[in-house]
């Protein structure tokens, strides 16, 4: 149940999360109660939440993580417009690169360029 949670959010599961359940299962419970703590909405929605993250991961040039985010936020109702505001974000706190990054990301993930 957890990991088809995580899959849903982050549009698949890491083969490291996998391994983690079967070596250290007491911190694979760990880190998926932090998981769902954290991805809860609150005062931010789950929405809120991961155009945050994607224009961290973007900011952090961090391909897989982009990627990753953005396939789970389709699945929340996350639109391609508030991703890209995110985005915004990232450029003016950490520059073009970032936002290069993570449009680029996002326009393969919407198909409308192709992986490089």
Same mark, same amino acid.
């Given at each position: 149940m957890e990991e088809k949670r995580l899959e849903e959010k982050i549009g698949k599961i890491p083969v490291i999360f996998k391994?983690?359940?079967?070596? !250290?299962?007491?911190?694979?419970? *760990?880190? =998926?109660?932090?998981?769902? =703590?954290?991805?809860?909405?609150?005062?931010? *929605?789950?929405?809120t939440k991961k155009v945050i993250a994607i224009a961290i991961a973007a900011a952090?040039? !961090?391909?897989?993580?982009?990627?990753?985010? =953005?396939?789970?936020?389709? *699945?929340?109702?996350? *639109?391609? @417009? @508030?991703?890209e505001e995110g985005l915004r974000v990232a450029f003016l706190l950490a520059g073009m690169p970032a936002y290069v990054h993570g449009k680029?990301?996002?326009e393969e993930y919407l198909g409308n360029r192709p992986r490089k």
């Open positions: 391994e983690l359940k079967e070596t !250290d299962p007491d911190l694979y419970a *760990s880190v =998926m109660g932090l998981d769902q =703590m954290i991805w809860a909405d609150g005062a931010l *929605s789950k929405q952090l040039r !961090d391909g897989h993580a982009v990627r990753a985010q =953005m396939a789970g936020a389709g *699945s929340i109702g996350v *639109s391609k @417009e @508030e991703i680029t990301a996002l």
